[in-house]
Nanobody
């Protein structure tokens, strides 16, 4: 199972980005998918999750500014981030736990930098 994150970049405060995470490999369907971020000097933290039924959970730090969605036909999960702030600067990672394989998988991360 491989996860490929993309869509990061440099954006001005107040701007928007849409991150993508494509899942490939020996997996029948996408499980619950997660987005995390890690800012320099900080621990990696969970910011959003979406389960197989489309139920979503957000951290307080992004609630109201982020929308996580999934396209099961494309095996891709998205994180739309709006009204970005400098504190959103981090490497963003997607992850999932595959129960059949009893382990988690992580994407390689995509850098988001919010700066004027």
């Amino acid at each position: 199972v491989q996860l490929q994150a993309s869509g990061g970049g440099l954006v001005q405060p107040g701007g928007s980005l849409r991150l993508s995470c494509a899942v490939s490999g020996s997996i029948a369907s996408m499980p619950t998918m997660n987005w995390h971020r890690q800012a320099p000097g900080n621990q990696r933290v969970l910011v959003a999750s979406i389960n197989t039924g489309g139920g979503t959970v957000y951290s307080e730090s992004v609630k109201g500014r982020a929308i996580v969605s999934r396209d099961d036909a494309r095996n891709t999960v998205y994180l739309q981030m709006n009204n970005l702030k400098p504190d959103d600067t981090a490497v963003y990672y997607c992850s999932t736990y595959v129960s059949d394989l009893r382990r988690s998988f992580w994407g390689q991360g995509t850098q988001v930098t919010v700066s004027s």
